[in-house]
């Protein structure tokens, strides 16, 4: 039911992701999260392709469903709605995990 | 800072209903950290698993013929709201845990759609937390954890997940979806476990 570190894992067979269309929870896209991402990222994440460690697909950070309405930033796959990234500050720390992610492809600046 | 506002600050911290850092909201906020699931009524269930392999399921309507009681309780969300008296009607957890034995001494609560976030058995029992349905006398709203949620008003309101499947009972704590990432492992608002 769950992975090893307690994400479900959904596949296009799931009747929760079939109902995302009718879904009553708001998200925005993954650009809206550049602001507190800068806070953490050297590099600009909105941009870097990433490739999503449940279902494989590669898509550019800023197309993924980001969920802020929350106790931190949940950002999901766009196509298996897997936590790619998850973002929490405290008032000393931030707590990023970003272990949906199995790689990052970054632009080099010229 | 002025004379207003202190004065204002005093005023709320003299609610004694609120807990150190929250305020009053009207509103019901909704806090979600993924899309909502829909869960057919007729595949709904709640479950119980314990350590040595028995596992305990309830269809919809066999835990609607369980003993329904009406909960009165203040909410406290750690992203600082809290909202006072709410009314809920559910089953309480006492009930759905009467035939279970056990040496666990915690559990995780699992969702529909992956959430998790774990508990300590004690917390869940003697008249504390529910399996709640119905919310301000209608049912409880997908979007904010229908068909049932859990509800463990005394702990911040993470811990009362959304759409709930069922409770794994475990022997070690084991931190769920929020906890392993920087949130506290238990979660009292009086003490402020907010962080971990
Ligand atoms: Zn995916």
Same mark, same amino acid.
Request: glycine share 10%; proline share 7%.
């Given at each position: 039911m769950n992975g090893p570190d307690n994400f479900a894992v959904p596949d296009s067979e799931d009747q929760d992701i079939a109902a995302a269309p009718h879904d009553p929870i708001p998200y925005v896209d993954g650009n809206a999260t550049a602001g507190a991402l800068s806070e953490v990222f050297r590099i600009d994440i909105i941009a870097a392709l990433g490739r999503c460690r449940h279902c494989g697909s590669v898509r550019a950070f800023g197309e993924a469903m980001a969920f802020?309405?929350?106790?931190?930033?949940?950002?999901?796959?766009?196509?298996?709605?897997?936590?790619?990234?998850?973002?929490?500050?405290?008032?000393s720390q931030y707590w990023l995990d970003l272990s949906g992610l199995s790689y990052l492809e970054i632009d080099r600046e010229e | 800072?002025?004379?207003? /506002?202190? #004065?204002? +600050?005093? +005023?709320? /911290?003299?609610?004694?209903?609120?807990?150190?850092?929250?305020?009053?909201?009207?509103?019901?906020?909704?806090?979600?950290?993924?899309?909502?699931?829909?869960?057919?009524?007729?595949?709904?269930?709640?479950?119980?698993?314990?350590?040595?392999?028995?596992?305990?399921?309830? /269809?919809?309507?066999?835990?609607?013929?369980?003993?329904?009681?009406?909960?009165? %309780?203040?909410?406290?969300?750690?992203?600082?709201?809290? %909202?006072?008296?709410?009314?809920?009607? #559910?089953?309480?957890?006492?009930?759905?845990? @009467?035939?279970?034995?056990?040496?666990?001494?915690? *559990?995780? *609560?699992?969702?529909?759609?992956?959430?998790?976030?774990?508990?300590?058995?004690?917390?869940?029992?003697?008249? %504390? *937390?529910?399996? *709640?349905? @119905?919310?301000?006398?209608?049912?409880?709203e997908r979007a904010h954890g229908g068909p049932a949620r859990l509800l463990v008003p005394h702990l911040y309101f993470w811990k009362s997940a959304k759409w709930i499947h069922g409770l794994e009972l475990t022997g070690e704590d084991v931190p769920g979806f929020w906890e392993s990432n920087g949130y506290h492992l238990h979660g009292n608002p009086w003490r402020e476990e907010r962080y971990s």
């Amino acid at each position: 039911m769950n992975g090893p570190d307690n994400f479900a894992v959904p596949d296009s067979e799931d009747q929760d992701i079939a109902a995302a269309p009718h879904d009553p929870i708001p998200y925005v896209d993954g650009n809206a999260t550049a602001g507190a991402l800068s806070e953490v990222f050297r590099i600009d994440i909105i941009a870097a392709l990433g490739r999503c460690r449940h279902c494989g697909s590669v898509r550019a950070f800023g197309e993924a469903m980001a969920f802020t309405d929350a106790p931190g930033i949940v950002v999901r796959c766009r196509d298996c709605h897997g936590v790619l990234l998850r973002l929490v500050e405290t008032p000393s720390q931030y707590w990023l995990d970003l272990s949906g992610l199995s790689y990052l492809e970054i632009d080099r600046e010229e | 800072m002025g004379i207003i /506002s202190s #004065g204002f +600050r005093g +005023r709320r /911290s003299e609610n004694p209903a609120l807990p150190p850092g929250q305020h009053e909201t009207q509103d019901f906020p909704v806090l979600t950290a993924g899309p909502a699931p829909l869960i057919p009524i007729d595949e709904w269930e709640f479950f119980i698993t314990t350590e040595n392999g028995l596992r305990l399921s309830w /269809s919809w309507n066999e835990f609607l013929a369980l003993p329904q009681e009406e909960i009165t %309780k203040d909410i406290h969300c750690v992203t600082s709201w809290s %909202k006072l008296g709410t009314v809920w009607r #559910g089953v309480s957890l006492d009930a759905l845990f @009467e035939n279970v034995e056990t040496t666990s001494d915690f *559990a995780t *609560a699992h969702s529909f759609g992956g959430y998790t976030t774990n508990v300590p058995l004690w917390d869940l029992l003697g008249g %504390k *937390a529910w399996v *709640a349905w @119905e919310f301000d006398g209608e049912p409880l709203e997908r979007a904010h954890g229908g068909p049932a949620r859990l509800l463990v008003p005394h702990l911040y309101f993470w811990k009362s997940a959304k759409w709930i499947h069922g409770l794994e009972l475990t022997g070690e704590d084991v931190p769920g979806f929020w906890e392993s990432n920087g949130y506290h492992l238990h979660g009292n608002p009086w003490r402020e476990e907010r962080y971990s």
